[in-house]
């Protein structure tokens, strides 16, 4: 067998800055032309592996090593970061902190600048890239005239201008709606193809990036590698829970029917699946036997109401255009569609921060347009996607009760109301803890207690889940059901398709400032056209259900998801 | 997202355009000294009546640059009061001679000298400003960088300003997103609380902006790290462009305007022209 490009052996790391190792007894070879996905949790240590391999360790981040790192052969505490940027290319799971040029052609050029390649031949380069990744007819444009996925491509070509042996991607999809998110996984696939780089990706969503062929799965958990195998036997196995990752949602369909998952079933993708006779009958049964999960709604009244609004940030453009409908009192609802397609837009109309051109926008039947925002932050909260933009205090309980500051109530009243409210988000035991202690979801908990505390009747949601892995997206997501059944109505705005499937029963979807549908959240799913014209994709259950000749996979996913909800109260009980 | 600009690049087709960043940035630093060093009132009227010739060929209108010629404006006015407030008889001396028009109070009159030292401080004034803006509101801000390496700035420094125009935008967005949501808990900032509440609630909104921009600062330099800025002493440059014929011509005249304007000045041994000998 060939050499392999990267290899750790018994190879151990901590940062300077902590206490104890973040890395232990990792052993890996990567071989040139492979593609090798880096699983686990956050906190695993599955980036510091990334930053091993690019070089940021000890480059920008120094610490302590143990035992043995070659990449390409070179000792990276030897070397200098630049000489190891020329064998390892890395995409940022940021990509707009990695556009660095004010233009495509200017950031895709970086890297040749720095090497002093003369303009000539720098332009040639930047244009066949750019053609690579099929963005050369964007060279003049400017980073926040593209996309999410088009940001991508540049950044893809940016690092594959050196001719890197390896491409490092971390966390490729954490940003992108659910079609771009597939394009990247197909663009990688097309790249590595062409250049025959080793491809590694770093990533939690594992059936996202299985949407193309992966040859090896590294899980990592509590910086150890608990498994490194190839894709098939690694799916055979049912530890990805234990290590808080989301299996396949069609694979924990099968092993609910009683389908024991093997390699011959070619688990690593839904449509390549080899199903039996045999096995779609059970399937088919376990759906026949969950008959009757998954209940129906009651009737209730509106408490949010948008008649008729049209807005644009600049009178040329129109953002949103005649959008209508309404929320009913203690709903669960989400808000789906591509990256630009209006739905923070809307939320910023309903809050109050922006005013529409046209149309308005009623309260429980009362006309907000008057509304100050600070009127309307006591009936209707708003969450950032991310808490570090709202956390402004030092300490837990100064941040949630900062809303209170500004109106007149007594200290007794506020008193009384934090604690009602830190009781509530589970809070309570750390009131006088400091805010950077917490964990990531905590943190997330602490901004929506801060706006709890004002008693909102609404609260809306800027992808609550984004870039958190299934311990953590289940621990929010579980808080803010409970939120919901103490009858808080709920607006999420998402791009995870199986989190509207399986907490919200409604789905607004937006494209383009258009309303495009307002239906159920399974039905969403079910319409190819809606999916595509709204930049959606359907879940893998779909297909399963499809394919055992099910043909409601509306009812087959409630039923799953039903049926996965008592798994888990039975588990925890 | 609402348009903030107040000034920026603004893409005209006209030959001040064309030009390379390289012989504006010349042109500008030669303009500048010339207008800096000289208090000669006919130097300076040529130069206004040139750089108003060249604001209508670069195709930039006055209400594209009005904020910021409003500012201008402001400051000039702020610096004539107080310089007329702290040596009210400047003229005086430079001119060595005194015709008072008419006296105000005190130590304070107004002298035909003092008027006229004032005039050449506006004239000076009014022939750098507009160039600036030019220079600003015609080049591309790709070329800010190069320009700038090509005169000699090191690289580092100059891609600085080239990062500084790429980050604002997001940085503003970021205020504006993080500013709306602290409102909505009840941080106002309109204008209806003392002062000193107001303080305190500003530090709401640049806590967390200070800390994504400290984020992005990290993300940022990895990212130039990975990709191998600083690992030569010199780099290229994608968008640097070649002098043109027009370049060299542009130079050349603001060499010879500096030339001509110094030379003019000091032929009567000091900067000052004196009309009231």
Redesign the interface.
Known sequence: MAQPIISFKDYGFQYRAQASPTLHHINLDIYPGEKVLIAGASGSGKSTIGSCI???IP??YPGENTGQLLVGGKDPKKE???TL??IVG?V?Q?T????????V??DI???????????DE??LT?EETAKLVDIDHHLEYA??ELSGGQKQRVSLA??MV?NVKVLLFDEPLANLDPAAGRTTIELIDEVQERTGAAVIIIEHRLEDVLWRKVDRIVLMDEGRIVADMPTKAFLTDTMLLEHGIREPLYLTALRYAGVPIREELEPQHVESLRLSGEHKEQVRAWYRDNEGRGGADAQRRDILSVENVSFG??PEVQNLKNVSFSIKEGEMVSIVGKNGAGKSTLA?LV???EKPTSGRICLAGRDLSDDT??E??SQI??V?Q?P??????PLIWDEVE??????NMSVEERKERVEETLKICGLYPFRKWPVSALSYGQKKRVTIA??LV?QPRIIILDEPTAGQDYHHYTEIMEFLKGLNEQGFTIIMITHDMHLMLEYTPRAIVFSEGELLADTTAAHVLNDPALVQRANLKETSLYTLSMSCGIENPQEFTKRFIAYEEAHRKGQEG | MARIAILNYIRRPSPVHELTGTAKLIFFIAWSVAAMVTFDTRVLVCMLLIGAVIFRISQIRIRDISVVLGLAAVFLLLNNLFIYLFTPEYGVEVYASRDVLFPIVGRYTVTAQQLFYHLNITLKVVCVVPIALLFIACTDPSEFASSLARIGVSYRAGYAVSLALRYIPDVQREYRNISQAQQARGIDLSGKDKLFTRLKNSVAILLPLIMSSINRIEVVSNAMELRGFGKEKKRTWYMQRKLQRNDWLAIGFAIAVLAVGLAVTFSNGSRYYNPFV
């Open positions: 690019n070089g940021l480059y920008a200098s970061i630049f940027s020329q890395t940022l940021d707009d902190g990695q556009f660095i040029g004010l233009t052609g200017e050029a970086f890297a040749l600048e720095n090497d002093c390649v003369p303009q720098m332009k930047v980073p926040h940016g690092v050196e940030y600049t910023k809050c109050g921060f925002i600070k309307r932050a909260g708003y950032m991310n570090n933009q709202m956390i402004s205090k900062m809303a209170l500051l500004a109106g801060g706006i004002q």
